[in-house]
């Protein structure tokens, strides 16, 4: 903690970016800026719905709920700083401004990694045992996985921003990417790091492989149940929430990989600000509408909620 606080006060890291400001990039820029609003609004929107419609306050939608919150942060820890330094042109970002975002991102990424295998499972259990659902899901069950999602998470993160935080960097402290991601920063260390690099692919292993394991597993079982159902209905429709759930997870997942489980001498900067991309901005964007908008219930309180407000500003 010493070493942080004495760094702390002397250099500031330099974020590269992702985007210059030639024409190509300022369209790219707008995008990503137009993807970050429906993201931040639609993930509000959802916290608002579930929490504020008692017929949402089920196992699944308290689940999505935490989801959303997991993404309206992520989206919050990266994207307003990276926007103030391209439309400033100041690239510099803080000692402790670049571990907070470190212990954050590794944070959000682990506790949303647990929480989408823990969702699948509860979409397994809904589907291929229903009769039982309501005695294995309980409120507590449900505050558990939870619980144990964030956790994991934390913990990690708290681990990986004190230990990255305390290596010495010098050098002109300029790191590749557009947010102080972990594998760029330690590319700045003035000691050999390798080890604790081995250390962090053996936890992203576990921490991906792991969830994206049960995750399979989950839908696996529901594709076995739902050709078993009698009802052809029934079964399209479970089938069509578990298809676009799955693409969902599979971006998530897919992007992640990419960026931490590739060996050393295959990464390439511009290639994992590109991906990083789709986890941080993208994907948080795609979760509440393809969990929302192809969800009956969901746009039933929508709805429920226009009506309300058109009543309220009539009178």
């Given at each position: 903690?010493?070493?942080?606080?004495?760094?702390?006060?002397?250099?500031?890291?330099?974020?590269?970016?992702?985007?210059?400001?030639?024409?190509?990039?300022?369209?790219?820029?707008?995008?990503?800026?137009?993807?970050?609003?429906?993201?931040?609004?639609?993930?509000?929107?959802?916290?608002?719905?579930?929490?504020?419609?008692?017929?949402?306050?089920?196992?699944m939608y308290f689940f999505l709920s935490q989801l959303s919150l997991m993404d309206l942060i992520?989206?919050?820890?990266?994207?307003?700083?990276?926007?103030?330094?391209?439309?400033?042109?100041?690239?510099?970002?803080?000692?402790?401004?670049?571990?907070?975002?470190?212990?954050?991102?590794?944070?959000?990424v682990g506790s949303e990694g647990f929480?989408?295998?823990?969702?699948?499972?509860?979409?397994?259990?809904?589907i291929s045992h229903p009769l039982h659902y309501p005695v294995l899901m309980t409120q507590r069950v449900c505050l558990q996985i939870v619980g144990s999602?964030?956790?994991?998470?934390?913990?990690?993160?708290?681990?990986?921003?004190?230990?990255?935080?305390?290596?010495?960097?010098?050098?002109?402290?300029?790191?590749?990417?557009?947010?102080?991601?972990m594998l760029s920063l330690l590319k700045l260390a003035c000691i050999d790091t390798s080890i604790f690099e081995n250390v962090i692919y053996a936890c992203c292993v576990f921490m991906l492989f792991?969830?994206?394991?049960?995750?399979?597993?989950?839908?696996?079982?529901?594709?076995?149940?739902?050709?078993?159902?009698?009802?052809?209905?029934?079964?399209?429709?479970?089938l069509a929430t578990c298809s676009s759930h799955l693409t969902a997870v599979s971006l998530f997942y897919g992007a992640a990989m990419f960026i931490y489980l590739r060996p050393r001498r295959y990464r390439v900067p511009s290639h994992d600000k590109v991906v990083s991309i789709f986890y941080t901005v993208l994907t948080p964007m795609l979760n509440p509408l393809i969990y929302s908008l192809r969800n009956h219930d969901v746009m039933r309180a929508l709805r429920k909620g226009l009506d309300h407000c058109r009543i309220s500003s009539q009178h």
């Open positions: 903690m010493e070493i942080w606080l004495n760094q702390s006060s002397t250099d500031d890291f330099i974020l590269l970016g992702i985007f210059s400001h030639s024409p190509t990039d300022l369209v790219l820029f707008s995008v990503v800026m137009v993807v970050f609003t429906v993201a931040l609004c639609g993930n509000v929107l959802l916290l608002f719905l579930i929490y504020g419609d008692p017929q949402l306050h089920t196992p992520l989206v919050c820890t990266n994207v307003p700083k990276m926007v103030v330094n391209f439309l400033t042109g100041r690239k510099s970002i803080s000692f402790v401004g670049c571990g907070i975002q470190i212990g954050l991102f590794v944070c959000l929480l989408l295998g823990f969702m699948a499972y509860d979409r397994y259990v809904a999602s964030w956790a994991f998470g934390i913990i990690d993160g708290v681990i990986q921003m004190v230990v990255v935080m305390t290596f010495p960097y010098c050098g002109l402290r300029e790191v590749n990417h557009f947010f102080c991601e792991l969830p994206f394991s049960i995750t399979v597993a989950s839908y696996a079982f529901i594709l076995r149940a739902v050709l078993l159902m009698r009802s052809a209905q029934a079964g399209k429709k479970a």
